[in-house]
């Protein structure tokens, strides 16, 4: 079975709340129907002081379609730890995963814009000691090792809601494995998830690793001439490229470009793709191990007509193949 997953991060170039209100509703609208269809996952993020209507609360993002949902899984990727309140935030997601019986994944990371912690009033220079701190609360709440201060009743995952430590540096993995938690890289870093697994071999934990295969698939979008679409509807997937891009100078994840300028450069660098389904599915089929099909149907505020058709080739014609 393919792991299907349908990112959403709500933002568009106008950041306009009435069309942001569409883009919610669309969202919402995609991923209830793609459950039923066989669509497994939405994947949601946190960002702040974008201008654009960037998805600022992950958790409560994806607290709107899991109570749509029943089955369907929501994965935070990621919230910023160091600018959360560590009861609020534990309380939050035990919330969650109390309604949603265990459907919440929550990724937890530093971030790296400056302007989001200073909107928040935070000090970027202490993040990673805020981030130690963070979880030390959290895991404390959850465990119910106050019962005095009644924070938290309990939870419905046990021992505690899913949690994953994400980032990119040997630092990341120190922390995970010195919080027994599991590791998400933000890329393909062997490296690192074999430092990761070493210091769990040295705790007697056992290693958990998420991380992207060898082979970037991009973001994908299904459409029946690629061509034309790229010609109609790529200004939506530049914009992102190129706000996102502007964002870091070097490769904080997978999906960052930095210095992108062009639709040319943006097709060339794989991260987002125009397919047809018949090319989707040959790819899958030729690959072994093909990893998460990640879709971004409403990319820079793409179409909620055009968002529809692509997860709908997706539904209707590439998974029954693939089956």
Not at 269 to 296: D, K
């Amino acid at each position: 079975m393919v792991l299907t997953v349908l990112r959403f991060n709500f933002a568009s170039p106008q950041g306009e709340p009435r069309t942001q209100s569409g883009i919610l509703s669309a969202a919402l609208e995609l991923a209830q129907w793609g459950e039923s269809r066989g669509i497994t996952t939405v994947s949601v993020d946190e960002h702040h002081a974008t201008g654009h209507g960037w998805s600022c609360n992950p958790i409560m993002a994806a607290s709107m379609f899991l109570a749509r949902t029943t089955t369907l899984i929501a994965s935070v990727d990621c919230a910023l730890g160091p600018l959360w309140n560590p009861v609020r935030l534990a309380e939050d997601i035990a919330l969650v995963d109390n309604m949603s019986r265990g459907r919440l994944h929550t990724t937890v990371g530093l971030g790296y814009r400056t302007v989001e912690y200073d909107a928040l009033a935070v000090d970027f220079g202490r993040r990673g000691e805020l981030m130690d701190g963070l979880i030390e609360r959290m895991l404390s709440v959850w465990s119910g090792g106050d019962p005095d201060s009644g924070i938290c009743t309990g939870t419905w995952t046990r021992p505690h809601p899913p949690l994953y430590i994400g980032g990119g540096a040997r630092a990341t993995a120190r922390r995970a494995a010195r919080f027994r938690l599991p590791l998400s890289l933000a890329d393909h870093l062997p490296d690192i998830a074999d430092y990761y697994r070493e210091l769990c071999s040295d705790v007697g934990l056992t290693p958990f690793v998420i991380m992207p295969g060898p082979i970037n698939r991009g973001m994908i979008y299904l459409h029946e001439d690629p061509d034309r679409a790229w010609a109609e509807l790529g200004e939506h997937i530049l914009w992102e490229a190129v706000t996102y891009g502007e964002w870091a100078t070097d490769h904080r994840s997978l999906m960052h470009l930095p210095g992108v300028r062009t639709l040319d450069e943006v097709k060339a660098s794989g991260r987002y793709r125009f397919l047809t389904p018949e090319q989707l599915i040959a790819e899958v089929r030729e690959s072994e191990h093909y990893g998460p099909l990640v879709m971004h149907p409403l990319v820079g505020g793409m179409p909620v007509d055009e968002a529809w058709q692509s997860v709908q080739l997706l539904t209707d014609v590439v998974l029954p193949a693939l089956d």
